[in-house]
């Protein structure tokens, strides 16, 4: 049975709260023809079978051909045999009725049966999910290459009922502290509304840096109906029947996911640590501008710092400095990193390297890399400088504010170089591997680009006000 065209990405159950406003707005159409689908219907060998693999029952009839399973099957709608190739001894063959005609599949199994992409505990479930993929694809083929033409995502109409709902729902809050932060309001008093809800909620909100994010689909079985949130419609299948953004939510189908706009919103509750996690998805879910940990570590290197020799350049003990990294992830911006729980200034700045080391994508993405690099090549300082100046440009806003007020601290360091001996070429040797990762995962590469890497870093604190 040809992979469900929706069944390679994910969602999530709806909230009680999201079930209780439901609009007018979801399409009942594909609920319905997953309603009439052919059930499966088991046909059993009457006698034992020899040599019948263990994960198979009584539907499995053996060495038998093509024509002995059709008459098996009758021509009776969900009717399904399993059988053993005459022509491949030790391959299997899924028989199965439908649109009156007899469909062979072959069949594997890996701990879990499957056909295609999917894979499910049971040949029963592989069997009602094969039929259902198979009656709504085809009675509805042409309307589900429409789905994506007139989409709610983006129905006027449809967002201000949301942004009611939510203003109904934050002003319950009105009597909780105003201190909170926008991220930590939405978290108490919308968490149990749907993700489209929350992004409507979130879009209007002028406090919210509108920094672009792509959403992070991956495949999710829904338990229950789903409706799609971007084009209103039934997610048919039995499992993973569409994908859900694992930072904010959203469940759509998968041909619906390339038509979403990069406007993930990350919801608070789903970002689990501070290290290790996208830096936009960090910011977004915070809704701050840059880390925290960045300001955090920062804040506390200039108000005790600037002066100690050899700073950034020494390094702090390593498991304090984990001892760091575990409190920011526990704790968030709550973080005491203050003298009194750590003395060593060098602590703080290893946690912060460790913290730009351990992004998944760096703060000088693998995209804009290579051409950082080749802008340090550049021979002519102005030229160069040009250069660098243009593909800062591409970086993602995110990433650019952040780099940006790193080199203002950067080059507040170096102003303090009488007392810290740290230079901008000296804080390059440092920063560059931290800031800059190559694409490429090679010795090779990285030894013949270090220099370059410090260069850039020099290049950024020493020309932070023009550059920026």
């Known amino acids: 049975m040809a992979a469900s065209s929706n069944s390679s990405l994910s969602g999530s159950s709806v909230s009680s709260d999201a079930e209780e406003y439901q609009p007018p707005i979801w399409k009942s159409y594909l609920y319905q023809l997953q309603q009439e689908a052919p059930r499966p219907k088991r046909i059993i060998c009457p006698g034992e079978v020899e040599n019948r693999p263990k994960y198979y029952g009584r539907e499995f009839h053996g060495i038998i051909s093509r024509e002995q399973a059709d008459e098996l099957l009758g021509g009776v709608e969900g009717a399904y045999i399993l059988r053993e190739s005459q022509r491949q ?15 062979n599949y072959r069949l594997f199994y890996d701990g879990k049966h499957f056909v295609g992409e999917k894979r499910f505990e049971s040949i029963h479930d592989l069997v009602t999910d094969g039929l ?11 309307y589900i290459s429409k789905m994506t033409t007139n989409p709610i995502y983006e129905h006027i109409g449809y967002a201000t009922l ?10 319950r809050s009105k009597n909780e502290s105003r201190k909170t932060s926008v991220a930590n309001e939405e978290h108490t008093a919308v968490e149990k509304i749907s993700s489209l809800v929350r992004r409507a909620a979130l879009t209007h909100n002028d406090n919210h840096f509108n920094y672009e994010k792509t959403h992070n689909f991956k495949v999710h079985t829904f338990r229950g109906p789903h409706w799609c949130e971007y084009c209103a419609n039934f997610m048919w299948g039995l499992i993973a029947q569409g994908v859900r953004c694992s930072d904010c939510g959203l469940n759509v189908h998968k041909q619906c996911s390339k038509h979403v706009p990069n406007d993930c919103q990350p919801d608070l509750k789903r970002i689990k640590k501070v290290y290790c996690c996208d830096l936009t998805t960090l910011v977004k879910a915070h809704n701050t501008q840059r880390p925290m940990v960045v300001d955090i570590c920062i804040r506390e290197i200039e108000a005790r710092g600037l002066k100690s020799e ?25 973080a005491d990193i203050s003298a009194n729980i750590y003395p060593d200034i ?9 913290y730009f080391r351990d992004l998944p994508i760096p703060v000088i993405t693998y995209d804009t890399y290579p051409k950082f690099i080749e802008a340090a090549k550049i021979s002519n300082a102005d030229e160069r400088l040009e250069a660098v100046h243009e593909v800062l440009m591409l970086l993602p806003p995110a990433h650019y504010e952040t780099l940006r007020y790193l080199m203002i601290h950067l080059k507040k360091v170096t102003l303090n170089e009488k007392d810290n001996f740290m230079n901008a070429e000296n804080l390059g040797i440092v920063f560059g591997p931290t800031l800059m990762r190559s694409p490429e995962d090679s010795t090779l590469t990285t030894l013949q680009d270090m220099r370059y890497q410090k260069l850039i870093v020099q290049i950024l604190i020493e020309n932070e006000d023009v550059l920026f």
């Open 89 to 103: 001894p030790g391959c299997y063959t899924l028989a199965l009725r439908f649109g009156n005609q007899t469909l």
């Open 132 to 142: 259902i993929t198979l009656y709504v694809e085809t009675k509805a083929s042409e």
């Open 162 to 171: 949301l942004r009611e709902k939510v203003s109904r729902r934050l002003s």
């Open 310 to 334: 050899g700073l950034y350049r020494v390094s702090g003990f390593t498991e304090h400095i984990e001892d760091v990294k575990m409190a920011f992830d526990r704790d968030g911006e709550k």
């Open 346 to 354: 060098n602590i703080i700045t290893g946690a912060l390297k460790l």
